[in-house]
């Protein structure tokens, strides 16, 4: 079996937000952060055949950078990626030391839906990098959703701000910390709960993520 590059990229992504993963056998690759409060999941071209788990996520893709589109092979104790004239012994990890996300789908109340296109996500995070912001927030009023990043404790402070919807009648405040939105640049339909979670599937139906609001959220 050979990792598409679409695959590759997933992997990487999934690096930045839990450095050990645990692939079960499929076509369906999941991860969540130490902490176990983000979650992603993505379905792949590939279909593995055995439960592999990787410790060391970026060593593992640090392997794939010098070896060129080896095939995969799955023995029992490791991998062995190999090509014509290579090959690599790449042992598992243990999978009982690796965060999985639960079996079970997480069920998340529509209470704010709109779509985020990938270039407003990036220059969100281009703001909020370069103006040195700490929060990425989703606010509601009269006039519209907005996708905003900002300082929430400092009120008359800077902030940059997009209109991303019409009003939905509530008003709502809600908090992410920016080094939990490593999404990979798509498009995608946002649902937020009013319970304090965010949830985003890209348009396409293969890639979705799962994100808590901070404490200081808040719903009407």
Same mark, same amino acid.
């Given at each position: 079996?050979?990792?598409?590059?679409?695959?590759?990229?997933?992997?990487?992504?999934?690096?930045?937000?839990?450095?050990?993963?645990?692939?079960?056998?499929?076509?369906?690759? *999941?991860?969540?952060?130490?902490?176990?409060?983000?979650?992603?999941?993505?379905? =792949?071209?590939?279909?593995?055949?055995?439960?592999?788990?990787?410790?060391?996520?970026?060593?593992?893709? #640090?392997?794939?950078?010098?070896?060129?589109?080896?095939?995969?092979?799955?023995?029992?104790?490791? &991998?062995?990626?190999? +090509?014509?004239?290579? *090959?690599?012994?790449?042992?598992?990890?243990?999978?009982?030391?690796?965060?999985?996300?639960?079996?079970?789908?997480?069920? =998340? %109340?529509?209470? =704010?839906?709109?779509?985020?296109?990938?270039? =407003?996500?990036?220059?969100?995070?281009?703001?909020?990098?370069?103006?040195?912001?700490?929060?990425?927030?989703? %606010?509601?009023?009269?006039?519209?959703?907005?996708?905003?990043?900002?300082?929430?404790?400092?009120?008359? #402070?800077?902030?940059?701000?997009?209109?991303?919807?019409? *009003?939905? #009648?509530?008003?709502?405040?809600?908090?992410?910390?920016? *080094?939990? &939105?490593?999404?990979?640049?798509? $498009?995608? $339909?946002?649902?937020?709960?009013?319970?304090? &979670?965010?949830?985003?599937?890209? &348009?396409?139906?293969?890639?979705?993520?799962?994100?808590?609001?901070?404490?200081?959220? +808040?719903?009407?």
């Amino acid at each position: 079996m050979k990792l598409t590059s679409a695959t590759l990229l997933l992997l990487k992504n999934f690096s930045t937000i839990n450095p050990g993963i645990v692939i079960k056998p499929g076509s369906v690759i *999941s991860t969540m952060d130490p902490n176990k409060t983000v979650l992603a999941k993505a379905r =792949v071209k590939e279909t593995f055949e055995k439960e592999c788990a990787i410790s060391n996520l970026p060593r593992f893709l #640090g392997v794939l950078s010098f070896i060129s589109a080896p095939d995969l092979e799955f023995e029992d104790e490791h &991998l062995v990626l190999k +090509t014509s004239v290579e *090959s690599v012994k790449f042992r598992y990890g243990t999978p009982s030391l690796i965060a999985v996300p639960p079996n079970k789908g997480i069920t =998340v %109340t529509e209470d =704010v839906k709109f779509r985020l296109l990938a270039s =407003v996500f990036s220059n969100i995070m281009k703001a909020q990098g370069a103006m040195q912001l700490k929060e990425v927030a989703v %606010t509601g009023n009269d006039e519209g959703v907005f996708l905003s990043t900002l300082d929430f404790k400092n009120k008359t #402070g800077d902030s940059y701000s997009v209109r991303v919807a019409d *009003s939905n #009648g509530h008003n709502f405040t809600f908090l992410f910390n920016p *080094s939990n &939105l490593k999404f990979i640049s798509d $498009d995608y $339909d946002v649902v937020l709960s009013s319970k304090g &979670l965010m949830y985003l599937k890209n &348009l396409e139906g293969n890639l979705e993520y799962w994100v808590p609001a901070e404490k200081d959220s +808040t719903f009407t």
